[in-house]
Nanobody, 112 residues
């Protein structure tokens, strides 16, 4: 049974930084990543990383967000820099093996 536990959201001013963490229990996962959903919008993939190290980023976050993984800690991260108000959303960690798994979500609010 795979479980994902997120932490690290909060309120930050525009231009600030946050780091989200997702602790993973279980095995057999091929991809890890992050999605977000803003009010009134569909959930979108923000970033992902494969077991082989291939990464994907949403165009609007390229150069600002970095996804990484610490296999020794069974944790993956999303470092978010130069945050903008339009990054405000609930962020979900995600993993895919034989099926998809989701974290509980954490609110990120970018506002002055």
């Amino acid at each position: 049974q795979v479980q994902l536990v997120e932490s690290g959201g909060g309120l930050v001013q525009p231009g600030g930084s946050l780091r989200l963490s997702c602790g993973v229990s279980g095995s057999g996962l091929i991809f890890n990543g992050w999605y977000r959903q803003a009010p009134g919008k569909e959930r979108e993939k923000v970033a992902s990383i494969s077991q082989g190290g291939s990464v994907y980023y949403l165009d609007s976050v390229k150069g600002r967000f970095t996804i990484s993984r610490d296999n020794a800690k069974d944790t993956f991260y999303l470092q978010m820099n130069l945050l903008k108000p339009e990054d405000t959303a609930v962020y979900y960690c995600w993993a895919r093996g034989v099926r998809e798994y989701w974290g509980q979500g954490t609110q990120v609010t970018v506002s002055s």
